[in-house]
């Protein structure tokens, strides 16, 4: 670690606010497929697991072509803890530290959601006054809620989680994700606990 990565270090560790618990990543098919894409993500496990328990990577895609492959490359990747991969052809709830969903947008999930329970209505298993935020969370495939989502190269989230992470502390870098290092992760952790949570109040 760097003089400067240390000096971050340093900062975050004595801050008064909490890191992080759940920290969530976005980006894109075209980022993968730079030079060294998937070392700079197992570095970023790596980084993020010194402060946080669980981790989300959203991979937006142009080409569903591409999510095979890309499903593959990220099964295999260097990861320090369990690894769950997701695609909008598996829509099963995702329950591991490191979970990642390639080309399976908000709208998406949240539309399996509300249809599966429409389905349970009519089925006679639920009734409409039952169905309530936790019971759509409960039919979310990533029903686990980030505290801070890290955004590389523009200021947009792609569809990203609209449900959970309506409450998550944004952090927009101009960064690619191919120049990302350990720096601007912790920059972006600083950042969060700087910030006064708020929930919406």
């Given at each position: 670690?760097?003089?400067?990565?240390?000096?971050?270090?340093?900062?975050?560790?004595?801050?008064?606010?909490?890191?992080?618990?759940?920290?969530?990543?976005?980006?894109?098919?075209?980022?993968?497929?730079?030079?060294?894409?998937?070392?700079?993500?197992?570095?970023?496990?790596?980084?993020?697991?010194?402060?946080?328990?669980?981790?989300?990577?959203?991979?937006?895609?142009?080409?569903?072509?591409?999510?095979?492959?890309?499903?593959?490359?990220?099964?295999?990747?260097?990861?320090?803890?369990?690894v769950a991969v997701r695609?909008?052809?598996?829509?099963?709830?995702?329950?591991?530290?490191?979970?990642?969903?390639?080309?399976?947008?908000?709208?998406?999930?949240?539309?399996?959601?509300?249809?599966?329970?429409?389905?349970?209505?009519?089925?006679?298993?639920?009734?409409?006054?039952?169905?309530?935020?936790?019971?759509?969370?409960?039919?979310?495939?990533?029903?686990?809620?980030p505290d801070l989502v890290?955004?590389?190269?523009?200021?947009?989230?792609?569809?990203?989680?609209?449900?959970?992470?309506?409450?998550?502390e944004l952090y927009f870098?101009?960064?690619?994700?191919?120049?990302?290092?350990?720096?601007?992760?912790?920059?972006?952790?600083?950042?969060?606990?700087?910030?006064?949570?708020?929930?919406?109040?």
């Amino acid at each position: 670690m760097g003089l400067y990565e240390r000096y971050l270090s340093v900062r975050i560790g004595r801050h008064d606010a909490d890191s992080p618990d759940h920290v969530a990543l976005v980006i894109t098919e075209r980022d993968l497929l730079e030079r060294g894409a998937y070392e700079t993500l197992s570095a970023f496990f790596d980084w993020a697991f010194e402060y946080a328990d669980r981790v989300t990577v959203y991979v937006s895609v142009l080409d569903a072509a591409a999510i095979p492959a890309l499903r593959r490359e990220l099964e295999a990747v260097d990861a320090p803890r369990e690894v769950a991969v997701r695609t909008p052809e598996d829509p099963s709830q995702a329950d591991a530290p490191i979970q990642i969903g390639i080309g399976l947008g908000g709208k998406h999930e949240f539309t399996s959601a509300v249809r599966t329970l429409a389905e349970s209505v009519e089925a006679g298993e639920l009734e409409p006054d039952e169905i309530d935020d936790e019971r759509v969370e409960d039919h979310l495939v990533f029903p686990s809620e980030p505290d801070l989502v890290i955004k590389t190269g523009a200021e947009r989230l792609s569809d990203f989680m609209i449900w959970q992470s309506v409450y998550s502390e944004l952090y927009f870098t101009d960064v690619n994700w191919r120049d990302f290092r350990k720096r601007d992760f912790l920059r972006a952790v600083r950042e969060y606990c700087n910030r006064s949570r708020r929930f919406g109040r």
